[in-house]
């Protein structure tokens, strides 16, 4: 495990999804009102990504059959997903945005 650089700090402003491929993970960073967040881009139900997905304060909204997750601890806050999505440090280094996959 190690950080790693996957964009810039104005890249991922407040209320926006964007996903990363980091090593053999996909990865969903998400702004919450400045905070940022990593979450594996994998929906526990199906499998769907979160990129298309709608960030409601610190829940995520999988756009295929709507289950939602807290982002912050990645755990699931509404059906049909039961299981948690894995979690990632997050840090920002100067202008850099880094997750610890
Ligand atoms: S794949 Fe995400 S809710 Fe079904």
Redesign the pocket.
């Known amino acids: 495990m190690a950080f790693q650089r996957v964009a810039s700090v104005s890249d991922i402003p407040p209320g926006v999804t964007k996903v990363f491929e980091v090593g053999d993970r996909a990865v969903a960073v998400c702004n919450v009102s400045g905070d940022l967040y990593a979450i594996e881009d994998v929906?526990?139900?199906?499998?769907?990504s979160?990129e298309q997905g709608e960030l409601d304060g610190c829940e995520i909204e999988?756009?295929?059959?709507?289950?939602r997750f807290d982002v912050r601890d990645g755990s699931a806050t509404e059906l049909?997903?039961v299981v948690p999505v894995d979690t990632f440090a997050v840090r920002v280094e100067g202008d850099d945005i880094e997750v610890d996959v």
């Open positions: 929906c526990t139900h199906d499998g769907s979160f999988c756009p295929r059959h709507g289950a049909p997903a």
